[in-house]
């Protein structure tokens, strides 16, 4: 599976173990920034995953910031997105088998690396399937992208 992974300057060294953790996992990982100081502006780090994932770049997104707050905010801003903070191991695994996200986020000041590996590994080994989870679930994710189609103008 091919992931696209991005940080603010709060979240690099998590995003790095993650990158060498999925790496070995078999994970195709794509790195869209941003390690330096100057690269504090996460929104812009969420958007270029969130671009990845409806160009088909990529299939899911791991975002990291310093709470998963704002990168969470960020990401749900682009259109057709759905992502999810998942800072425990069942919020990961309920966010693809119950809300179809393509993005988690998580906070490095919130969690270790090792609970993030779980976190990822969570997310990324489960998949949302009309016969599984999703038979329940798929009204309720149309319906939020009904009401995203509904409400914004863009
Ligand atoms: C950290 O304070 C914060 O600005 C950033 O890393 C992120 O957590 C925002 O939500």
Redesign the pocket.
């Known amino acids: 599976m091919k992931v696209g992974i991005g940080a ?4 690099t060294q998590l995003k790095q173990a993650l990158i060498t953790y999925l790496s070995s996992e078999g994970y195709e990982i794509t790195d869209y920034g941003a390690g330096d100081a100057a690269a ?1 502006m ?1 929104p812009d780090v969420a958007l270029r995953v969130c671009q990845a994932i409806n160009s088909g770049e990529v299939e899911r997104g791991i975002l990291i ?9 960020a990401a749900n801003k682009v259109k057709g997105i759905r992502a999810a903070v998942a800072e425990d191991v069942y919020s990961a695994e309920r966010a693809i088998l119950s809300n179809n996200a393509q993005v988690i986020t998580m ?3 919130v969690i270790g690396p090792e609970v993030a590996k779980l976190c990822a590994d969570a997310f990324l080994s489960n998949e949302f399937t009309l016969a599984g989870h999703g038979k329940a679930s798929n009204a309720k994710v149309e319906r939020i992208m009904q009401i995203e189609e509904e409400q914004m103008s863009y």
């Open positions: 603010d300057i709060n979240g504090t996460y910031c310093g709470t998963g707050l704002g990168m969470e905010i906070g490095a000041r």
